[in-house]
């Protein structure tokens, strides 16, 4: 098989994975939003030699470390936070990172470099993605779970997920916790 089937038929498989995760977290993704994570997915993953798991731990590192995107970095910082709260939360969650914070981190970085492109198709999918974030972060999830048949995030960061983003995947792997509902009642209530 020549290069480029292979690269077809990797994607192929991709497409059809990220299919089934849309389906079964019941999220749609816009088209041009699905291709750039497809091709997101085949670059970082696809790539033969490249260690995906360490890249994610060492992201995590730098932003324990208070590590500060620059301009140019901000579709590194958005990719990167969109691929490892998604595929890796579990590095997260053992540096004590809420995942959270990486949705944030991708949305402001997404939101910002779609604000400095001069008006282009590739503006509107950055705008795009920052908007769809979240459901992006589903897909992965559901994909992850898809893989292993077990939760990649822990109860805790189900619930900031639900709470503060509003991650209907996070609300579902929170109820595999507990049958408790969980409440949105104000913290500075005393009671």
């Given amino acids: 098989m020549q290069s480029s089937e292979l690269q077809l038929a990797e ?4 497409r059809a994975l990220l299919t089934e995760a849309q389906h079964v977290a019941r999220v749609y993704l816009s088209p041009p939003v699905e291709d750039y994570l497809l091709r997101l997915l085949a670059q970082a993953i696809g790539i033969p030699g490249s260690n995906v798991q360490q890249d994610a731990k060492a992201f995590v ?23 490892f709260s998604g595929l890796f939360p ?9 995942i959270t914070h990486f949705v944030q981190m991708g949305v402001n970085a997404y939101r ?3 604000a400095i492109e001069p008006e282009s198709s590739e503006r509107k999918i950055h705008a795009a993605l920052a908007d769809q974030f979240v459901e992006l972060l589903d897909v992965l999830h559901t994909l992850r779970e898809l893989q292993q048949d077990t939760p990649c995030i822990d109860a805790m960061n189900a619930y900031q997920l639900w709470r503060e983003v509003g991650s209907a995947h996070a609300w579902h792997v929170l109820r595999q916790f507990t049958t408790a509902s969980p409440s949105l009642h104000p913290t500075n209530v005393r009671h």
């Fill in 112 to 114: 910002e470099y779609a």
């Fill in 90 to 98: 579990e590095h997260a969650i053992r540096k004590g990172i809420p």
């Fill in 61 to 83: 590192e730098r932003l324990a470390d208070n590590w500060q995107a620059s301009k140019q970095a901000l579709l590194a910082v958005g990719d990167e936070s969109l691929l």
């Fill in 11 to 14: 994607l192929t498989g991709w």
